[in-house]
């Protein structure tokens, strides 16, 4: 049983165009019937419209099988006097899902990514905090890549948010407990006995996806096709009951190791 993340694993971070090995990783699913979720941390689009996007670049698997922050957020923030903060297409999709977005009395701010936050963005952010609004995460990535360059992620902004102001903050999508329960609870659906700790979570997080995932007992599998360059950036600094169970290069390796080919 598998969750399987997308940016940087699935597809490039690059053209949003599959890494080699991802389609033919969901086909062997596909053809082997093995329960799979694809969990991601989508935000820029609205969720029917990555799943499509996804489906129509050669991914083969049903909305059912689908989970995105965007999915879980009306149930974890009100829709009125929101202080949303992200790429451009996020706070359009998320007008378009009915948030009314202010910036002179929120109760809520909420955080996507960007590359290019300003300085005065994080001093609204700020001064919002302090005066009560509360803090909430898209997810908890460490790391955004875009155009051959690495941004703090979402998680990276949080912490500093937290520090800065000393408010605490939740996360609506990985590597969040509720989302991954709630991952769970869709893959049950595939097959009753689904259980943490029977699946392998697929990611180039190591320290967001994956180490949320290990806390709930879930078999880690690292790919070095997202945001590390290679194991040796990331592996050596992590305490020891955060490091990945298995270390691929990309899916194609992954897949060419279940099926007993070296790699």
Known sequence: MYFIDVQGTLISDEDKSPIRGSIEFIEYLNANEIPYMVITN???????????????IGFDFSFERYLDPLM??????????????GAQKFLETLEGMGYLL????????????????????????????????????????SLYAKNAKRYPGVGAILK????????????????SKNFYEEA??????QDASA?????TIISDDVTGDLGG????????????SGKYRS???IIPSLEEEKKPDLIKADMQAVLQSINGVSV
């Open 184 to 189: 769970l609870r869709r893959l049950k659906e």
């Open 102 to 141: 202010d910036y002179k009395n929120p109760k809520s701010v909420l955080i996507a990514i960007k590359e290019d936050f300003t300085a005065d963005e994080y001093a609204q952010m700020i001064d919002f905090l302090l005066s009560g609004a509360k803090l909430v995460g898209m997810h908890e990535t």
């Open 160 to 175: 500093m948010l937290e520090f800065a102001t000393s408010c605490s903050y939740e996360v609506v999508g990985k590597p």
């Open 72 to 85: 879980l957020l009306e149930a974890r923030i009100e829709k009125e006097a929101v202080a949303a903060y």
């Open 213 to 224: 995932a290990k806390e709930l007992g879930m078999q880690t599998l690292f790919v070095t």
């Open 195 to 199: 259980a943490f700790e029977k699946l």
């Open 231 to 233: 194991a040796e950036e």
């Open 42 to 56: 989508n935000t820029k689009r609205s969720s029917a419209d990555f799943h499509a996007y996804l489906n129509s």
